[in-house]
Nanobody, 125 residues
């Protein structure tokens, strides 16, 4: 069973930055479509950004201009650079991947099969 492991979460002050990482336990083609999501207590899970095999990206309006998704050269490790963090960005952050969705099928509404356990981000004033 493929596992995704997130890291890089933590506590930061309003306006600060964090960089999250997500690495799969094995090479499985998940790089076809990968993304970052978050869920705050009492709220629904929110899709933040997805990236396809050709590095095309789609961002949610809530993070556009502040967050940047990227992959390493081997396209196996996923990153999320988060700048200008706000208190409302506090949440559990998850990465996800799926080998089935290529090109235009990789979107913010993609129903991903593979998920990490999450990494907590806390932003304080």
């Amino acid at each position: 069973q493929v596992q995704l492991a997130e890291s890089g979460g933590g506590s930061v002050q309003d306006g600060g930055s964090l960089r999250l990482s997500c690495a799969p336990s094995q090479h499985t083609g998940l790089e076809a479509c990968m993304g970052w999501f978050r869920q705050a207590p009492g709220k629904e899970r929110e899709a933040l950004v997805v990236i396809d095999f050709q590095d095309n990206t789609k961002y949610a309006d809530s993070v556009k201009g502040r967050f940047t998704i990227s992959k390493d050269g081997a396209k196996t490790t996923l990153y999320l650079q988060m700048n200008d963090l706000k208190i409302e960005d506090s949440a559990m952050y998850y990465c996800a991947g799926d080998p089935r969705f290529w090109g235009s099928k990789c979107s913010l509404s993609t129903d991903f099969d593979y998920w990490g356990q999450g990494t907590q981000v806390a932003v304080s004033s």
